[in-house]
């Protein structure tokens, strides 16, 4: 179980020397645009990635006239050092050097919901995997070396591809179709899990007779059983010729994504509207998941009010609630939320200070 005991933001964006310690449940950060609401669930996704959900940039979050971001907190007991700039990068688990962002993804995991990040349902196949292996490492940490070789394999086949260098290739593609069956698997089976967990019960948000599907398409050909890895191998040598015209691997796990449908229509079909809020319907679902894994993340839900209406947001904060996560919500404040204040701290932020109300 995650939960933020305490929270220093030294320096991150205009965030400036911003300490408190935050409610268990929910803490509701109230202020108008521009003031550092966004920012401020930026520098959470960073304790808990070590990276930004908005800029791959590390002088977009360092403040101005500054060389480095620095954020400090306790979660579940454990002192969490976060120190970055262009060249250095520092983790200490209570003083103690981390050398890995997957430890410090373990500890704190964190899921969030936010315009800027976008919405899975409708979204581009980036954030659909993100969503998928988001999930699949925090009840398989182990995938992660497969992930990280799986990078590798790839890497090096395109540059064989890129070179017209086909003299290593078997090799690298022998790679590609042994790793590429593992993450599949795990996919296929975090997908199976995902479907038997009980839908969200949040009729404001969905209407409860309807059917709701999803499937993961694996990044291959249809012809391809993507859970083989002899089948694997054999495509990817009977069309070495195809992949070398092209100079990259144009399938693959990395180009796999997954399609949402209700009663049997596709996503693509929804509305705007529809797709926001089953996007938020598969997070929480995702999240529900976790909890009953006993894995309870924190949930970061930025500028909330923009995208629901009243009655679907204070369903969701309610929701959130009884299921015992640690909530981070960022509202504009131009309608009241139906908030439990025996269990929601309220913030306001202006011009990067945050003051508890």
């Given at each position: 179980m995650a939960i933020i005991e305490k929270l220093h933001i030294l320096r991150f964006r205009n965030l400036d020397n911003q300490y408190l310690e935050p409610n268990t449940n929910t803490n509701l950060f109230i202020g108008g645009n521009g003031q550092g609401k966004t920012n401020l669930i930026e520098a959470l996704y960073y304790l808990g990635h070590n990276r930004s959900f908005k800029s791959k940039n590390i002088k977009d979050v360092v403040p101005l006239e500054k060389e480095t971001l620095q954020i400090d907190a306790v979660v579940d007991g454990v002192r969490v050092f976060l120190k970055k700039s262009k060249n250095k990068n520092t983790i200490l688990f209570n003083q103690q050097k981390v050398s890995s962002n997957s430890k410090l993804t373990h500890l704190i995991p964190t899921q969030i919901i936010s315009p800027d990040r976008g919405f899975v349902v409708g979204g581009p196949p980036k954030l659909k995997r993100s969503y998928l292996d988001w999930g699949v490492f925090h009840i398989n940490p182990g995938i992660l070396k497969t992930y990280k070789s799986y990078n590798k394999a790839l890497k090096n086949t395109n540059a064989l591809l890129t070179n017209n260098n086909t003299k290593q290739l078997d090799h690298w593609l022998a790679q590609v179709a042994t790793l590429s069956v593992e993450i599949s698997s795990a996919r296929a089976d975090y997908v199976e899990k995902l479907k038997k967990t009980p839908f969200v019960p949040l009729k404001e948000l969905i209407k409860q007779n309807n059917k709701f599907d999803f499937l993961l398409q694996s990044g291959w050909t249809k012809d391809v059983n993507h859970l083989d890895q002899e089948s694997v191998y054999k495509y990817l040598i009977e069309n070495k010729g195809s992949f070398a015209r092209i100079k990259h691997l144009n399938y693959g796990p990395h180009k796999a994504t997954i399609d949402?449908?209700?009663?049997?229509?596709?996503?693509?079909?929804?509305?705007?509207?529809?797709?926001?809020?089953?996007?938020?319907?598969?997070?929480?679902?995702?999240?529900?998941?976790?909890v009953e894994l006993n894995i309870k993340p924190i949930v970061l839900i930025d500028d909330v009010s923009s995208e629901l209406d009243q009655e679907k947001i204070d369903s969701i904060l309610d929701f959130l609630n009884k299921l015992g996560v640690q909530v981070f919500v960022t509202d504009i404040g131009n309608k009241p939320l139906s908030v439990d204040k025996k269990r929601t701290d309220i913030y306001h932020i202006d011009k990067g200070v945050i003051l508890k109300k």
């Open positions: 949402y449908y209700i009663n049997n229509q596709n996503e693509q079909h929804f509305s705007r509207g529809e797709q926001k809020k089953l996007s938020l319907f598969y997070w929480i679902t995702q999240v529900l998941m976790m």
